[in-house]
């Protein structure tokens, strides 16, 4: 069969795929419903950052605090009346007169200290900053879940299609035909293409969405912070998420029932799970994240997260992609062989022994 | 012509396939005969290239198959199915496209296929929701909608009300008679009888009989006959003959020779009058069983 005949043929199976998964509703209202969390989060948010509210204060008569802003002051005649604004919650703190020196002033909270108001009472020295463009700890708190939560939900959601969508061929019998007609390696080189156009244009969806999110609420600014460890998320996602659906369309292979998916795609399930665990409880430990940031499985997240830290040297990012790579031509074609094996072996699951024989 | 020579095939110690060889010649009906597990749908599977046999070989005009070359091949496997969510029509779009037919003429097939299927109403359902007749027509429509040139169909009949047999039975030599081979198999023997050129008979893995279905019946033949007539006493205890029914009508006789045949006539005609003195042809299901026996 000709190379120029097998590419429409991967072709066909990819566009399947795709048209396929746009009729689902399922999968496009839960696209809709990922876009408006995205936005709703980006906008929301710089909202509630970008209008501070007052703080509502109790004020004793004789207390001075008309040049202090961000206070809105609330008039008592004594502290009782203080007082029991405070209790009631109708108020956050209350501004009492002292004796105790220098200020003359004491203030009364009900249960925690109120932090902001010390802060907006007191004067502060001036700050230099000397790292002026490292990141945001809480920023870069952000950057590490975003880049784990959509690796994970996208791995997972697109890895399982695969999967099923193997199955199906393999529940219906409709494989007989497609294996009598082409070739097997068109068949799961055309499934692993469409699936992922399909992750890559919901990542691609989403960025987009957040771009706009961040340019509606004036956020744009933070956009050359996170371009580069964005960009390269991209790349990573792509090769790494290929990897996956091999693995995820040869363990699906095993399988003749969807009831049975589980059974066999648990391992995979774990290599998405683990990092995605590992990048939420250790993004501050740049040892666990330097580790991960090689791992094949790990890379895409911890990778470009360090480029966003900015402690990955220029051609960090450059080795592990080659390591990401070669690992997945390795178990493409370890995939491919267990597919090849699997898809005709209708009934009882197929064990790991039967796919990988010679 | 198909040719398959010197098929073996084991799974573990079971041998399923042994030295299988036989032709299906173009512009012929081939019908597949034998009991469930004779190795009949393991044969197809091979022939399709979808199963490897541990030896022999399958050809086409001469030229042995290789992987990707039986593109132009129709296929209706045992185990029927095809996509459950997609539409009938672009379901046998896809199938002739990835059979290599360009998208206009793939879906002009697909149109002429469905009108002569009767599936015209359901072209825009999904497989899902048809009954399971009209499934079996779309099966049937998927094997051959990219104008195949070579079919082979397992037990194709199976399911179908006796209508949309005549309508494949039709179709089916329809293809033939374009001169492609036709290999099918089927437990309805009676159809087989009707519609098949040549007859393949498969027991425990072995050919037991390949050739026109003619000669089959002319090498089995025996000296069967029918007689109807007012008095039939006469054929008791006459030599050279064995009584094998007696109906209200007549009786049916093994002569053994021709001239036995001829004084049972004169005899019949002694005794008074006959209606009816002919010979009985074997059926298919005759055949069969003392091939396989």
């Given at each position: 069969?000709?190379?120029?005949?097998?590419?429409?043929?991967?072709r066909?199976?990819?566009?399947?795929?795709?048209?396929?998964?746009?009729?689902?509703?399922?999968?496009?209202?839960?696209?809709?419903?990922?876009l408006?969390?995205?936005?709703?989060?980006?906008?929301?948010?710089?909202?509630?950052?970008?209008?501070p509210?007052?703080?509502?204060?109790?004020?004793?008569?004789?207390?001075?605090?008309?040049?202090?802003?961000?206070?809105?002051?609330?008039p008592?005649?004594?502290?009782?009346?203080?007082?029991?604004?405070?209790?009631?919650?109708?108020?956050?703190?209350?501004?009492?007169?002292?004796?105790?020196?220098?200020?003359?002033?004491?203030?009364?909270?009900?249960?925690?200290?109120?932090?902001?108001?010390?802060?907006?009472?007191?004067?502060?020295?001036?700050?230099?900053?000397?790292?002026?463009?490292?990141?945001?700890?809480?920023?870069?708190?952000?950057?590490?879940i975003?880049?784990?939560?959509?690796?994970?939900?996208?791995?997972?959601?697109?890895?399982?299609?695969?999967?099923?969508?193997?199955?199906?061929?393999?529940?219906?019998?409709?494989?007989?035909?497609?294996?009598?007609?082409?070739?097997?390696?068109?068949?799961?080189?055309?499934?692993?293409?469409?699936?992922?156009?399909?992750?890559?244009?919901?990542?691609?969806?989403?960025?987009?969405?957040?771009?706009?999110?961040?340019?509606?609420?004036?956020?744009?600014?933070?956009?050359?912070?996170?371009?580069?460890?964005?960009?390269?998320?991209?790349?990573?996602?792509?090769v790494?998420?290929?990897?996956?659906?091999?693995?995820?369309?040869?363990?699906?292979?095993?399988?003749?029932?969807?009831?049975?998916?589980?059974?066999?795609?648990?391992?995979?399930?774990?290599?998405?799970?683990?990092?995605?665990?590992?990048?939420?409880?250790?993004?501050?430990?740049?040892?666990?994240i330097?580790?991960?940031?090689?791992?094949?499985?790990?890379?895409?997240?911890?990778?470009?997260?360090?480029?966003?830290?900015?402690?990955?040297?220029?051609?960090?990012?450059?080795?592990?992609?080659?390591?990401?790579?070669?690992?997945?031509?390795?178990?493409?074609?370890?995939?491919?062989?267990?597919?090849?094996?699997?898809?005709?072996?209708?009934?009882?699951?197929?064990?790991?022994?039967?796919?990988?024989?010679? | 012509?198909?040719?398959?020579?010197?098929?073996?095939?084991?799974?573990?110690?079971?041998?399923?396939?042994?030295?299988?060889?036989?032709?299906?010649?173009?512009?012929?009906?081939?019908?597949?005969?034998g009991?469930?597990?004779?190795?009949?749908t393991t044969?197809?599977?091979?022939?399709?290239?979808?199963?490897?046999?541990?030896a022999?070989?399958?050809?086409?005009?001469?030229?042995?198959?290789?992987?990707?070359?039986?593109?132009?091949?129709?296929?209706?496997?045992?185990?029927?199915?095809?996509?459950?969510?997609?539409?009938?029509?672009?379901?046998?779009?896809?199938?002739?496209?990835?059979?290599?037919?360009?998208?206009?003429?793939?879906?002009?097939?697909?149109?002429?296929?469905?009108?002569?299927?009767?599936?015209?109403?359901?072209?825009?359902?999904?497989?899902?929701?048809?009954?399971?007749?009209n499934?079996?027509?779309?099966?049937?429509?998927?094997?051959?909608?990219?104008?195949?040139?070579?079919?082979?169909?397992?037990?194709?009949?199976?399911?179908?009300?006796?209508?949309?047999?005549?309508?494949?039975?039709?179709?089916?030599?329809?293809?033939?008679?374009?001169?492609?081979p036709?290999?099918?198999?089927?437990?309805?023997?009676?159809?087989?009888?009707?519609l098949?050129?040549?007859?393949?008979i498969?027991?425990?893995?072995?050919?037991?009989?390949?050739?026109?279905?003619?000669?089959?019946?002319?090498?089995?033949?025996?000296?069967?006959?029918?007689?109807?007539?007012?008095?039939?006493?006469?054929?008791?205890?006459?030599?050279?003959?064995?009584?094998?029914?007696?109906?209200?009508?007549?009786?049916?006789?093994?002569?053994?020779?021709?001239?036995?045949v001829?004084?049972?006539?004169?005899?019949?005609?002694?005794?008074?009058?006959?209606?009816?003195?002919?010979?009985?042809?074997?059926?298919?299901?005759e055949?069969?069983?003392?091939?396989?026996?």
């Open positions: 069969m000709s190379a120029a005949t097998t590419t429409q043929i991967v066909l199976v990819a566009a399947r795929e795709i048209a396929m998964r746009l009729r689902s509703v399922a999968f496009l209202v839960s696209t809709g419903i990922l408006a969390m995205v936005l709703g989060s980006i906008v929301i948010g710089s909202i509630t950052a970008a209008n509210t007052d703080i509502r204060v109790a004020v004793v008569e004789g207390v001075d605090l008309s040049n202090v802003p961000g206070i809105e002051a609330v008592v005649d004594d502290r009782a009346e203080a007082e029991d604004l405070v209790r009631s919650g109708d108020v956050e703190a209350a501004i009492v007169p002292s004796d105790t020196p220098p200020l003359g002033i004491a203030i009364l909270g009900d249960r925690d200290v109120p932090t902001d108001l010390i802060s907006l009472l007191s004067v502060a020295p001036p700050v230099e900053l000397l790292d002026a463009n490292a990141p945001n700890p809480f920023l870069a708190y952000l950057v590490a975003a880049f784990g939560v959509i690796f994970f939900a996208s791995a997972m959601t697109f890895g399982m299609t695969i999967a099923q969508s193997v199955v199906e061929e393999k529940s219906t019998r409709v494989i007989e035909i497609l294996l009598a007609a082409i070739p097997t390696r068109a068949l799961l080189t055309g499934k692993i293409l469409g699936t992922s156009v399909l992750a890559v244009g919901q990542i691609a969806l989403i960025l987009l969405v957040a771009a706009i999110g961040a340019s509606l609420s004036g956020q744009l600014d933070l956009i050359p912070a996170i371009g580069p460890a964005v960009a390269w998320f991209g790349v990573f996602f792509i790494g998420f290929v990897l996956l659906a091999s693995m995820f369309a040869a363990t699906g292979a095993l399988v003749s029932r969807q009831e049975d998916i589980g059974s066999t795609t648990t391992p995979v399930t774990m290599l998405v799970m683990i990092p995605y665990f590992l990048v939420i409880f250790f993004n501050t430990n740049p040892l666990v330097g580790i991960m940031s090689y791992v094949p499985f790990s890379a895409p997240i911890a990778m470009p997260l360090r480029i966003f830290l900015g402690t990955a040297q220029w051609w960090e990012p450059l080795v592990a992609l080659v390591i990401l790579v070669l690992t997945t031509v390795l178990l493409i074609r370890v995939g491919a062989r267990i597919y090849e094996r699997s898809l005709l072996k209708l009934g009882a699951r197929v064990s790991w022994k039967e796919a990988l024989a010679r | 012509m198909l040719q398959v020579r010197g098929l073996d095939k084991s799974y573990g110690s079971r041998k399923v396939l042994d030295d299988v060889s036989f032709d299906v010649e173009p512009g012929k009906m081939t019908g597949f005969v009991g469930n597990g004779a190795g009949k044969t197809m599977r091979i022939i399709l290239g979808v199963l490897e046999p541990d022999g070989e399958v050809r086409l005009d001469g030229e042995t198959l290789r992987s990707g070359s039986r593109r132009g091949f129709g296929y209706m496997p045992e185990e029927r199915g095809l996509y459950p969510k997609m539409r009938l029509e672009e379901q046998l779009v896809y199938l002739a496209r990835l059979h290599g037919l360009e998208t206009p003429v793939a879906r002009a097939n697909t149109l002429a296929l469905i009108e002569r299927l009767g599936l015209r109403e359901r072209a825009g359902e999904p497989i899902e929701k048809l009954s399971l007749g499934q079996q027509r779309a099966q049937i429509a998927a094997a051959l909608v990219h104008d195949p040139d070579v079919l082979v169909l397992d037990e194709p009949f199976s399911g179908l009300d006796p209508m949309a047999v005549e309508v494949v039975v039709d179709v089916l030599r329809e293809r033939a008679n374009r001169g492609i036709v290999l099918f198999s089927s437990h309805q023997l009676d159809i087989v009888e009707r098949c050129d040549d007859l393949v498969i027991a425990d893995g072995r050919i037991r009989a390949a050739g026109p279905r003619r000669d089959l019946r002319a090498k089995h033949a025996t000296l069967r006959y029918r007689v109807a007539a007012e008095n039939t006493a006469w054929l008791d205890g006459r030599p050279g003959v064995t009584v094998v029914e007696r109906t209200p009508e007549g009786a049916m006789f093994d002569a053994a020779d021709a001239n036995t001829q004084d049972a006539l004169a005899a019949a005609l002694a005794h008074g009058a006959v209606t009816d003195f002919s010979r009985q042809h074997p059926t298919l299901a055949i069969f069983k003392e091939v396989v026996r």
